[in-house]
């Protein structure tokens, strides 16, 4: 028969009774660091679901006033072609000797070159230049970009790198292109000469 000395039994029993302590320290911060946690999950969740319903709303709001502005805008646009019509017209049927001045066209007349990068809010000089260099010289063009094409460019367009995407350049590009310049004043601001 084996015998054990009573001083094994002392230090058997004295490093269950450390493991014990350690175990539950560890346990018991490790319960109370995942309690933390998860009740900062769910505040975050929380938050999280509220910013996601107001985002969704303020985007249905905002969809809502693009349908209701879009009409007028239409008949904006509509009204600026026809007073262009009428302005030309008029300035064919003047005598040659006529010295009166005549008013700028609507869209063409005060947006001489409608094909013009610099147009779009957020191209000035340098990126019109770069994007020229990568096959992309007008306003059209920009419109006609596929999303493809509009990855490839944007993704060599160096330093300027993200602009066609957030600065909306494409859909700027095709309002200015179909002529609805009320609208695109209306979501971008004023339609500007370029400097």
């Known amino acids: 028969m084996l015998v054990i000395p009573p001083e094994a039994y002392a230090l058997a ?4 009774l450390i493991g014990l302590l350690i175990g539950r320290m560890l346990w018991g911060g490790g ?3 995942a309690e933390r946690l998860a009740a900062e999950l769910v505040s975050e969740r929380i938050i999280t679901a509220d910013a996601a319903q ?10 809502a006033g693009r349908d209701q502005v879009k009409p007028l805008a239409d008949e904006v646009d509509r009204l600026r072609t026809e007073n262009a019509r009428l302005i030309a017209r008029r300035a064919t049927a003047l005598p040659a000797d006529h010295d009166r001045p005549i008013p700028e066209m609507a869209v063409a007349g005060a947006y001489a070159d409608l094909g013009d990068l610099r147009l779009l809010k957020g191209v000035g ?12 010289r007008t306003v059209p063009e920009m419109a006609a970009l596929s999303p ?11 330093p300027f790198a993200g602009r066609i995407g957030r600065d909306q350049l494409i859909d700027q590009a095709r309002l200015i292109a179909d002529g609805r310049v009320t609208e695109f004043e209306a979501r971008y601001g004023k339609l500007e000469r370029p400097a």
Do not use: H, P, S, T
């Open 31 to 33: 319960r109370v660091r």
């Open 13 to 16: 029993a004295a490093a269950f």
């Open 54 to 63: 107001n985002r969704l709303r303020l985007e249905r709001e905002v969809a």
């Open 125 to 136: 000089d340098k990126l019109a230049q770069r994007l020229a260099e990568l096959g992309v």
């Open 148 to 158: 493809i094409d509009a990855e490839r460019v944007d993704g060599d367009l160096g």
